[in-house]
């Protein structure tokens, strides 16, 4: 089991190798990355290494499981946005979050993808980021439906299965696979599509401006708690 450093200046040894560990990942995939050149690029000793750490596996499931949470936090979230009562602007902002957080953390995330499809614990650390978006989407739902805004008939566990999985998988093809779409047009068609599929088409804002003028308006699409 790798060393919970009890000192500060261990703290900040074990947190520099992590940081060192992804821009090595990033720059040489995970095959190639060496452990001296993960220790060289932290500044410290290869022996150094195994203070914190097991094996260079140990590291990156540790970066993976970071980099994981960081797409999730929805933390550069308005305050706004995130408490307003407009559920369109809700699922707007953290559609826009995602797709920024994952632009963000692109090169880390192709070699988390590749890895996960060989190693069980990194796979775990994928399913765990899914059932956590996919529990808070599915509450974002429930509470819809008791507001009377999304369409009854839906089964909430259904639907955030099905939606976050569209998001996510959308992610993976504009920044990894390399399909070309434009940010701010991502956001927007996502929201669209998310909102129509529950049946958000009333008592409803934030609706594109360029629709308005359409017969019935059609909304946008991700949720935060």
């Not at 765990?128 to 509450?139: C, F, I, M, S, Y």
Request: aromatic fraction near 8%; charge should be negative; hydrophobic fraction near 40%.
């Amino acid at each position: 089991m790798d060393s919970a450093p009890r000192s500060a200046k261990g703290r900040r040894t074990r947190a520099r190798l992590i940081e060192a560990g992804k821009t090595v990942f990033e720059r040489d995939g995970f095959l190639q990355a060496r452990i001296s050149d993960i220790a060289a690029e932290a500044s410290v000793s290869h022996g150094s290494f195994y203070h914190y750490f097991e094996s260079k596996e140990s590291l990156f499931r540790e970066v993976a499981e970071q980099v994981e949470a960081r797409l999730i936090s929805m933390a550069d979230i308005p305050a706004d946005a995130e408490h307003s009562g407009d559920p369109v602007e809700r699922i707007r902002a953290a559609n826009r979050s995602y797709l920024t957080a994952y632009k963000g953390e692109a090169r880390i995330m192709r070699v988390i993808e590749e890895v996960s499809r060989y190693d069980d614990e990194v796979r775990q650390v994928r399913i765990q980021r899914d059932k956590h978006l996919g529990a808070r989407t599915e509450a974002s739902i429930k509470r819809l439906q008791a507001d009377g805004l999304a369409d009854p008939r839906i089964d909430t566990g259904y639907a955030a299965e099905a939606l976050g999985g569209m998001v996510a998988r959308f992610a993976e093809n504009f920044f990894i696979a390399g399909h070309k779409f434009e940010l701010d047009k991502a956001v927007e068609q996502l929201t669209i599509i998310w909102a129509n599929a529950l049946g958000l088409t009333h008592g409803t804002t934030g609706y594109l401006e360029q629709e308005a003028t359409h017969t019935r308006p059609v909304p946008p699409a991700t949720f935060s708690s």
